[in-house]
């Protein structure tokens, strides 16, 4: 299978700023939000309402945002496939940044009543939509850009840059609530601190833009290649491709839903068992620190070893972590809680590393930007818009025991584990860049011939 060869490879330092970097600007931003979502949001857009009741609404806002990404994936997956996957990334960055500094100039429910939660929503719905196309593009800069032997490590830099955007998320949001006071009124983070984290996402956008403008120019279109010609990307995709489809929005789901089962809702869950904010965002923090070595290492391990080994064990091991987290959680002894956070955080990286490269690597390029970035965001839809819901809801339904919780993780990773095992084990294969998707085999068919 002839691969396609790069004139001249742009360094791993660059291909980081570009899709790590970059991608850690955007997530910054969705970091920001979720923190909102769990400690601010009920009390200043829904106040009405009790704190567990507000919270679960202010949930549902949080999955508003998921909604609109199966769609900003379709739409700016199909144009990064037929214009390149420079331009998307850029226009990405600029719509998330401007939609993260509206939401920090928000009126809330005391000023403008229930227009206030309205255009929340609203506001997150765009911030949504430019989030889906994100992912895909970030990951391909990477993954296409990779020697053979390194894609799993090169397409982990998307997944590093969202640990360092969610780090830097948690972190300004844990200096601004220790300043403001570990009680969210008056004061605190509910008196109008809460807008600082959003106001500062907008400036930040700058750094993440001009990083992106130095993305590596794209390679002519392949011989043989005429993108126009083709039909939608989507619809070949589907015709071609449908097992595959279905299996990378299982994995998907499993991954999204663990990623914000275990951050977002971790946060209400502290909060409810008596943890203050101050202490609740730093045991976070440390998580999220320990996720950036965790996803590169198994993304590594994954060019070693093989994608299907570290995403089956690795949805294993972190059913395991999560449920020896959650019985040293409730004992309030802070050392154990820290400990535990570090390596619960490292572990997700065996979901959330090999990711990139394993979906990317099971399409062709010239539909890969819309099949990657369509799958993985109805997932993230379907997982992203219920996990803390569903979490809470389960908290709530067993009478606040986390047993509910676990189970629920324990039959998203189950589905992690299942979709993995169908897909073609690609670690070891070159990258089809000349593989036309109308005339090549049936990656179905490749689902059941491989093991």
Known sequence: MATHQHSARPSARKIFTVSGFG????????????????????????????PMVGTLVSFLTFGAGFLARPLGGLVIGHFGDRVGRRPMLILTLLVMGLSTFVL????????????????????????????????????????ESAP????????????????????????????????????????????????????????????????????????????????????????????????????????????????????????TYMTEIGYGDTDNLLISLAGAIALIPGAAFFALLSDRIGRKKVMIGGAG????????????????????????????????????GPIPAFLGEQFPREVRYTAISATYQVGSAIGGATAAGTATWLLIAFDGHWIGVVGHLAVTL???????????????????????????????ADATARP
């Not at 429910?109 to 719905?125: N, Y």
């Not at 939509?129 to 593009?137: L, R």
């Open 317 to 352: 091991l972190i059913l395991a972590v999560y449920v020896a987290y959650f019985a040293i959680v409730p004992l309030h002894h802070l050392a154990a809680t820290y400990a535990i956070s570090v390596v619960s955080g490292f572990v997700v990286g065996a979901a959330q």
């Open 148 to 267: 053979d032997d390194r894609r799993g490590l090169w397409g982990s830099f998307t997944s590093v840059g969202i640990g360092i955007g969610t780090v830097l998320g948690i972190a300004v949001f844990t200096l601004v609530s220790a300043l403001s006071g570990d009680a969210i009124s008056g004061a605190g983070l509910a008196g109008g601190a809460w807008r600082i984290p959003f106001l500062l996402g907008g400036v930040l956008v700058v750094f993440g833009l001009v990083m992106r403008l130095r993305a590596p120019q794209e390679s002519a279109p392949h011989p043989g290649e005429d993108r126009k010609a083709q039909p939608l990307p989507i619809f070949t995709v589907l015709r071609r491709f449908p097992a595959v489809v279905l299996c990378a929005v299982g994995i998907s789901f499993g991954y999204i839903t663990l990623a914000y089962v275990t951050s977002v809702f971790m946060l």
């Open 104 to 143: 920090g100039c928000l009126p809330t429910a005391d000023s403008v009543g229930m227009l206030a939660p309205v255009l929340l929503v609203l506001v997150r719905i765009v911030q949504g939509f430019a989030a889906g196309g994100e992912w895909g593009g970030a990951a391909l800069i990477g993954i």
């Open 23 to 50: 991608t850690a600007m955007e997530y910054y931003d969705f970091s920001i939000y979720g923190l909102a979502a769990a400690l601010v949001f009920p009390k200043i857009f829904f106040p009405d309402l009790s």
């Open 414 to 444: 189950g589905v992690l584990a299942l979709c993995s095992s169908r897909l073609r084990e690609t670690a070891f294969e070159p990258l089809p860049e000349n593989r036309d998707a109308e005339g090549s085999r049936s990656a179905d």
